[in-house]
């Protein structure tokens, strides 16, 4: 029998969930749930580490890599092959309230309530 799918803990979601090739005519997309996208964020954009990404994400530092791999084709798969990117869906909880390691996270969903 499978193991039940973890939920991801996210900031939360993105403001921008399509991008797409200008002056193209496009007929594939590419979609990246709300997990891929947050290990983007939290690695390449907010230069974390492995450990801190799934420290914060509650999730496994072999998670995070699998998820990395995983979002990383499918961008170089849009920007090789000029698809059409969208980002939704994926088993994923917004964090239901502040935690220590977000007080100067700038994406935080929590920062909105201040």
């Known amino acids: 029998m ?7 803990c996210i900031c939360s979601f993105p403001k921008n969930t399509e991008f797409h090739p ?3 005519l496009w ?3 590419v979609n990246l749930t ?6 983007i964020r939290l690695l ?12 914060k994400m ?12 995983e979002a990383r084709r ?5 920007l090789v092959n000029g698809k059409r990117l969208t980002i939704g869906g994926g088993d994923v909880i917004v964090c239901t309230k ?8 700038e994406h935080c969903c929590h920062r909105k309530n201040r």
């Open 2 to 8: 499978a193991r039940p799918q973890k939920f991801r």
């Open 22 to 24: 200008q002056d193209c």
């Open 27 to 29: 007929t594939d997309s």
């Open 34 to 39: 709300c997990d891929e996208y947050e290990v």
């Open 44 to 55: 390449d954009y907010e230069h974390q580490t492995q450990e801190q990404c799934a420290r």
């Open 58 to 69: 509650d999730i496994s530092r072999p998670t995070v890599t699998r998820i990395y791999e």
């Open 74 to 78: 499918k961008i170089a798969d849009t």
């Open 98 to 105: 502040m935690r220590p390691e977000c007080i100067n996270e």
